[in-house]
């Protein structure tokens, strides 16, 4: 027997249907399908976190601490890193015996016990009470030292106040300074400079090579001709050259970094015009009327943004490593202000005595290099239209 069901045709709708509205299909745009392979790259977006986390610590670490980057503890001298806070107790009575011994005075007593302490100190003439301020400039001892009790008509007192905790994670410098503090100060340091240059090298680059490679002929010719010359100057010696006229500065490292590393930027920039003006719709923007900086600023350069972006994050660490260098040269900023290059510098020097000096911001160095090289790679595996 044969199904009906299978051999009735379809009658299709019937007058009192009411249509079935089509779903909606929405597409995506080829930056959006980039940002999806960029979310799929696990080194990648590692590398956004730990940059992410780095500049947290740089710029909203110091906002934490009431250490100041140039501040100096006398008696913290290359003290080691540790989590305990300083001073320890089997060194409070050497501190308050050089604290007595500075104040002309014996110390007879010393007693500590939570946190504050009792220094009872003697002398064969009545003491003067503005001896505390010994106690007060005591680096070991916190401030607001009183006299708890007078004896012997004022030959013998009996000295109170609170001990100074203080702590210092990553050590401290052979000047005393707190390293955590000026590892973050030297971190603001190299990562404006790195962000700042590789602004100025994106500016300048991609405007100088779009022109360059949308003009063409001798223009383009006399223009690259221009990028050599300034290639074939040494950097090292150019740098030298600006802190013998200008002196050392933030702003001299800025410039210096800023006038060479644009060439890079020019040149990928003019290979990429060299490809997009040859395009049709370059043709039809001409045909329009177009001008030739409607073209390039409309046209060019928004198609050369994805090997910019590429190149930018490959940049960025680049500076980093040049004003590392320059600093490790003595040619970088001056102290007391600092930088990641300057402090692996010093601890250079320090190495076998106090290694943390050089641990800490290497380690924090390296971490933010292979970060931004990470973040350059998924980016570049993003906007690569092969592998798409």
């Known amino acids: 027997m044969t199904d009906l069901a299978s051999t009735t045709p379809d009658p299709g709708p019937l007058p009192g249907d009411l249509p079935v509205a089509p779903q909606d299909v929405r597409g995506r745009s080829l930056f959006q399908l980039a940002l999806l392979r960029l979310r799929r790259n696990r080194a990648a977006m590692a590398g956004f976190v730990i940059l992410i986390l780095v500049a947290l610590f740089s710029f909203l670490g110091p906002q934490f601490t009431d250490h100041r980057y140039d501040q100096v503890f006398q008696s913290y001298v290359s003290v080691p890193p540790s989590l305990e806070a300083w001073?320890?107790?089997?060194?409070?009575?050497?501190?308050?015996?050089?604290?007595?011994?500075?104040?002309?005075?014996?110390?007879?007593?010393?007693?500590?016990?939570?946190?504050?302490?009792?220094?009872?100190?003697?002398?064969?003439?009545?003491?003067?009470?503005?001896?505390?301020?010994?106690?007060?400039?005591?680096?070991?001892?916190?401030?607001?030292?009183?006299?708890?009790?007078t004896r012997e008509d004022g030959r013998e007192l009996v000295v109170a106040g609170t001990v100074g905790q203080t702590y210092f994670p990553f050590g401290t410098d052979g000047n005393g300074r707190d390293l955590m503090v000026r590892t973050m100060v030297g971190g603001q340091i190299s990562l404006v400079i790195g962000v700042l240059a590789s602004l100025v090298s994106l500016v300048i680059g991609v405007t100088y090579g779009a022109i360059s490679g949308y003009v063409g002929g001798r223009v383009d010719n006399l223009m690259m001709r221009l990028v050599e010359i300034l290639y074939s100057l040494p950097f090292v010696f150019m740098v030298i050259m600006l802190v013998a006229f200008f002196g050392r500065s933030f702003v001299l490292i800025f410039v210096a970094i800023g006038l060479v590393e644009w060439l890079d930027m020019a040149r990928i920039v003019r290979g990429q015009t060299l490809t997009i003006k040859r395009r049709e719709f370059v043709a039809a923007a001409e045909a329009m009327g177009l001008t030739d900086r409607?073209?390039?600023?409309?046209?060019?350069?928004?198609?050369?943004?994805?090997?910019?972006?590429?190149?930018?994050?490959?940049?960025?660490?680049?500076?980093?490593l040049l004003e590392s260098f320059l600093s490790f040269l003595g040619l970088g900023v001056q102290a007391p202000l600092t930088s990641w290059g300057a402090l692996i510098s010093d601890g250079a020097q320090t190495i076998q005595a106090a290694p943390w000096l050089l641990l800490f911001p290497a380690v924090l160095f390296c971490v933010t290099l292979f970060a931004l090289n990470f973040i350059g790679d998924g980016l570049r595996d993003a906007f690569d239209p092969r592998d798409r």
């Open 87 to 149: 001073p320890r107790e089997e060194n409070l009575k050497g501190a308050v015996e050089r604290v007595a011994e500075r104040a002309r005075v014996t110390l007879a007593a010393f007693d500590v016990e939570d946190g504050r302490y009792l220094a009872t100190i003697r002398s064969d003439e009545p003491i003067d009470p503005r001896v505390l301020r010994y106690f007060d400039r005591a680096g070991e001892l916190g401030t607001g030292a009183s006299v708890a009790e």
């Open 294 to 320: 409607q073209i390039v600023r409309r046209h060019i350069v928004p198609n050369t943004i994805g090997p910019v972006v590429v190149f930018v994050t490959i940049v960025v660490p680049k500076v980093i």
